[in-house]
C-alpha cells in the first residue's frame, strides 16, 4: 500500500511557476531577458489591463529553430549552459531553463518564431501543461511570446493579483530596469493600445536622461573605477539631487539588475557625509566582475547574488563611488552640524565628560551651581532662545509649502504633549525629580542645552525626539490601539506608479498602523490619517518612508521582524528635524519626555541621546581649582 507517489508533471510546473511567475511583471521580466539573451537590438512590450489579460513581446533576437520550439517550453531545458562549469561562469540573464515552461503552465502562452538562418517562421502554442505542434507561420526574424489570461487555471494565484494599474506599474519598472541595463537597445512600452514609453538606441548618459529625467542627467557623475574584475561603471547623482526614496538606485551586476545590500551599503557609505541622513541618492551602477566570482543561482528570480569575496567587493564599490562623488563634494550641502560644533563636542566628551544617566550620578554629589554664573546664563539666553510661551509653533514651514495645504494647527498640539511653559529655572527641589534638568538654549538648531543639578546636558533634539517617537509608537502597536488622527485637510503628494501600488498592496498593514493613504489617480497619493504621536512630523516624507519600506520588503504582511525598521522609519520622519528653532518650553517638555521614555539614552540607531557634563568636567577642562 503505497501513499507516496510522483505528482503530475503539470502539478510540479504550476508549483515551481509560483516562484518565477509571481504576477504579470516577473513574466515581462522573464520574456524581455529571453530577447535580452537573444542578441535584441530593439524590445517592444505591449500589455493589456496590467499585464493580466495579455503580455506581449516582440523582439528582433537570433529567433528560435523550428526544433527547438518544443524544447523552448519544456522544463530545465535550455541553450544557455550545458554543464556546471557554463553555470559556474554564465553570462547570460537566464540559464534554469524554467521561465516558459512556468509560464506556460499558468497561462496561454504562444510562441512565434524566425530563426535568423530559416525561412519562415515557426509558431507554438502552450497552454496548462500541454502544447500545440508547431506550424508555420508570418514572422521576421526575431521571437514573440504572447502570453494571455495568466493564472487562468489557478484562481487561488489570481486573487492575489492587485489592480490593474498596480500590475502595470510593476511591469513599468521592470521595463525601465532592463532599458537602463542595455541603452544599445531600443525600447517600447504601450498599455492598451497607448504607447507608454519608448526608448531609442542611445548611450547610457542619454538613457538616463529619458528614463529617469532630465534633473538627474544633469547632476549625475560618470563613475569609472578598477580593471576589468571589478570594474564600476555607470551614473551616480550629485549628493545635491537627493530623494525622499530609493526608488532611483538602480545596481547591476553583470547586466543582471539586483537588489543587494551590500552593494547598496557600500553606495549609502560612500554619500554618507554629504547627504542628510534621510535624503537618498540617486544612482545607476554597473558592476562587472568575473562571473566566477559571484553566484547568480541564489533564488528563482536572480534578483539576489552571492559574492565570493563580499568585503573585497563592498570596499571596492566604496573607493570607486567615492572618488567619483569627491569631485561634486564642493556642492554637497553644508552638513547638518557645523564640524566645528562637532568636534569641539566630541573632544569635550572624550576627554571629560560621562555618558548617560548611569554614569552621572557621581558626579552630581556635591556639584553646587554658582548663582551668578547661573543668572547671567539664563538672562543671556533667555533672550537668544525668544523666552516664555509663543503662539503654536510653525514646526515644519517648508513641508507645508511642499504640500501645497494648510495643515490643520492642530496637529501639532500633540508634538510635545507638554508643551505648557515652564520656569526657565526651577526651584532646587524639582531638580530630584527632573534629572536632565532644565533648557537653556538651542545650539546650532541641532543641540538644547540645558541645566541640571550637576551641570550641563547636552541633548541631540532628533535623536532624542526619535527614541520617545518610536518608543509611543510600539507601545501603541502593542496594544493594538494606535490612537488615530483624521487630517483636515489630506496632505496630497504626487507619488511614483509604484509608490502608489505600494499603498494599495499594504492598505491593511498600514490601517493597522494607523494610516490612510489612498490614491487619487495613478501617480497621488492623499495622507487622510496618521498616528496621532506623528501627526506633527512631515507627512509626505513619512507616508514616502514608509511606502519604501514596504516595497522593499516586498511582503503582502509586515512580519514581525520588519516592523521596528518600520517603526525606525516613522520615528525618524515623525521626530523634530534638525535646525528647527525651538522654545524653551518645547525643550523642556521633550526633557521631559525623555525622562518618562523607557531607553531615552539611545536613539533607534543606537547613538547616545544626550551627555551630561558635571560642573567638574567643565572645571577640569578650564584648569580652574575649587
Ligand atoms: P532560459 O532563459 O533559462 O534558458 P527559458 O524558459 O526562459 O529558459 O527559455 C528557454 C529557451 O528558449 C532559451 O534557452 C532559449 O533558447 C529559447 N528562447 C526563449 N525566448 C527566446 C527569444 N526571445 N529569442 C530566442 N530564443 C529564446
Ligand atoms: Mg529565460
Not at 542595455?182 to 548611450?203: E, I, M
Request: aromatic share 6%; net charge neutral; charged share 20%.
Amino acid at each position: 500500500m503505497r501513499s507516496i507517489h510522483p505528482l503530475p508533471d503539470t502539478l510540479v510546473s504550476q508549483i515551481a511557476a509560483g516562484e518565477v511567475v509571481e504576477r504579470p511583471a516577473s513574466v515581462v521580466k522573464e520574456i524581455v531577458e529571453n530577447a535580452l539573451d537573444a542578441g535584441a537590438r530593439a524590445i517592444d512590450v505591449a500589455l493589456e489591463q496590467g499585464g493580466i489579460q495579455r503580455i506581449r513581446v516582440a523582439d528582433d533576437g537570433a529567433g528560435i529553430a523550428a526544433d527547438d520550439l518544443t524544447w523552448a517550453l519544456a522544463r530545465h531545458a535550455t541553450s544557455k549552459i550545458a554543464s556546471l562549469a557554463d553555470l559556474e561562469s554564465v553570462v547570460s540573464l537566464g540559464f534554469r531553463g524554467e521561465a516558459l515552461a512556468s509560464i506556460a503552465s499558468v497561462a496561454r502562452l504562444t510562441l512565434t518564431s524566425r530563426h535568423r538562418e530559416a525561412h519562415h517562421a515557426f509558431r507554438i502554442g502552450g497552454s496548462g501543461g500541454e502544447h500545440s505542434a508547431p506550424e508555420p507561420a508570418a514572422h521576421a526574424q526575431g521571437t514573440t511570446v504572447e502570453v494571455a489570461d495568466l493564472y487562468f487555471n489557478t484562481p487561488a494565484r489570481r486573487k492575489f493579483l492587485k489592480s490593474e494599474a498596480t500590475e502595470f506599474a510593476h511591469c513599468e519598472a521592470v521595463v525601465e530596469r532592463a532599458a537602463l541595463s542595455r541603452p544599445d537597445v531600443a525600447f517600447s512600452l504601450r498599455h492598451n493600445g497607448r504607447v507608454v514609453r519608448h526608448w531609442p538606441q542611445a548611450t547610457l548618459e542619454r538613457r538616463l536622461e529619458a528614463v529617469l529625467s532630465a534633473e538627474f542627467a544633469r547632476s549625475m557623475r560618470a563613475v569609472d573605477s578598477g580593471g576589468t574584475s571589478p570594474r564600476l561603471t555607470g551614473f551616480a547623482g550629485a549628493p545635491s539631487f537627493s530623494r525622499a526614496g530609493r526608488d532611483l538606485q538602480f545596481v547591476y551586476v553583470n547586466g543582471r539588475f539586483v537588489r543587494d545590500k551590500l552593494l547598496a551599503h557600500a553606495a549609502r557609505e560612500a554619500y554618507r557625509d554629504l547627504m542628510h541622513g534621510d535624503r537618498h541618492p540617486a544612482y545607476a551602477l554597473h558592476l562587472h566582475i568575473d562571473p566566477r566570482a559571484v553566484d547568480v543561482n541564489v533564488h528563482p528570480a536572480k534578483i539576489e547574488v552571492r559574492f565570493r569575496d563580499g568585503r573585497g567587493v563592498h570596499q571596492f564599490v566604496y573607493h570607486a563611488l567615492a572618488k567619483a562623488l569627491a569631485a561634486s563634494a564642493g556642492e554637497a550641502p553644508a552638513p547638518v552640524v557645523s564640524p566645528v560644533v562637532s568636534s569641539l563636542v566630541s573632544s569635550l566628551v572624550s576627554s571629560t565628560v560621562s555618558p548617560l544617566f548611569s554614569s552621572s550620578a557621581g558626579s552630581a554629589t556635591g556639584a553646587s551651581i554658582s548663582p551668578i554664573a547661573a543668572s547671567r546664563m539664563t538672562g543671556m539666553f533667555d533672550t537668544a532662545g525668544g523666552g516664555g510661551p509663543a503662539s503654536p509653533p510653525q514646526y515644519y514651514p517648508g513641508a507645508q509649502a511642499a504640500l501645497g495645504v494648510a495643515q490643520p494647527r492642530a496637529a501639532y498640539a500633540s508634538f510635545f504633549a507638554d508643551a505648557a511653559p515652564r520656569p526657565a529655572l526651577p526651584p532646587a527641589d524639582h531638580a530630584d525629580a527632573h534629572p536632565l534638568g532644565f533648557a537653556l538654549a538651542q545650539l546650532h538648531g541641532v543641540y538644547i542645552l540645558a541645566q541640571n543639578a550637576a551641570g550641563l546636558v547636552l541633548v541631540d533634539m532628533h535623536a532624542a525626539h526619535e527614541r520617545i517617537v518610536y518608543e509611543k509608537m510600539k507601545r501603541a502597536l502593542d496594544s493594538n490601539d494606535v490612537p488615530v488622527q483624521k487630517l483636515l485637510v489630506p496632505a496630497v503628494f504626487s507619488a511614483g506608479r509604484l509608490e502608489v501600488a505600494a499603498a494599495e498592496e499594504h492598505r491593511e498593514a498600514l490601517a493597522a498602523m494607523g494610516f490612510d493613504l489612498a490614491p487619487l489617480s495613478p501617480t497621488s497619493l492623499a495622507v487622510r490619517s496618521v498616528p496621532s504621536v506623528l501627526a506633527g512630523g512631515d507627512l509626505v516624507e513619512l507616508a514616502r518612508g514608509l511606502l519604501r519600506d514596504m516595497m522593499e520588503y516586498g511582503a503582502a504582511h509586515v512580519a514581525e521582524e520588519q516592523r521596528d525598521e518600520l517603526l525606525s522609519t516613522m520615528a525618524c520622519h515623525g521626530a523634530v528635524r534638525a535646525n528647527r528653532a525651538l522654545s524653551v518650553p518645547e525643550m523642556n517638555a521633550l526633557l521631559r519626555e525623555m525622562e518618562d521614555t523607557e531607553r531615552s539614552g539611545q536613539c533607534n540607531h543606537g547613538r547616545p541621546t544626550w551627555y551630561q557634563m558635571s560642573l567638574q568636567d567643565l572645571d577640569k577642562l578650564f584648569l580652574r581649582g575649587r
